[in-house]
């Protein structure tokens, strides 16, 4: 009996939303994207939107620049190129880990999910739509 995967089935992945906090006083957040990995599979992929509208509706004077440069840096980190530093050096996994360990910034991690998926790019596009549009 062979342990090689069938593409047929379904495999373990996880996923988190990515968060803007705008004042961490008022205790309100914002879905500005989703980070998808896949260990069987070697998948890590994020995706971002970003509705600037409704984000300053939480707080008018909201740096937006700041919000786009750490999702710019979060997208490097996932897809692990040079722009990613230190980071592009490590596997899918650990880079994953990183991108959901809590932290204190205007762009925060949800919590960890799991699921069963045959497509790991499909979810990441239904999770955007699902938990951030």
């Not at 204190?104 to 990441?124: F, M, N």
């Amino acid at each position: 009996m062979s342990n090689i995967r069938s593409p047929e089935e379904p495999t373990v992945f996880e996923y988190a939303a990515l968060r803007v906090v705008p004042r961490v006083e008022r205790g309100e957040v914002m879905n500005v994207g989703v980070v998808v990995y896949c260990r069987a599979l070697d998948y890590l992929g994020c995706r971002t939107h970003v509705d600037e509208r409704r984000l300053l509706a939480l707080d008018p004077s909201l740096d937006l620049e700041g919000v786009r440069a750490a999702l710019k840096a979060v997208g490097a980190v996932c897809d692990g190129g040079e722009r990613a530093g230190q980071a592009a050096e490590e596997p899918p996994g650990a880079r994953f880990r990183w991108l959901t360990a809590p932290r204190s910034t205007i762009v925060q991690p949800g919590p960890v999910h799991a699921g069963l998926t045959r497509d790991p790019e499909a979810e990441l596009h239904r999770l955007l739509e699902l938990l951030v549009k």
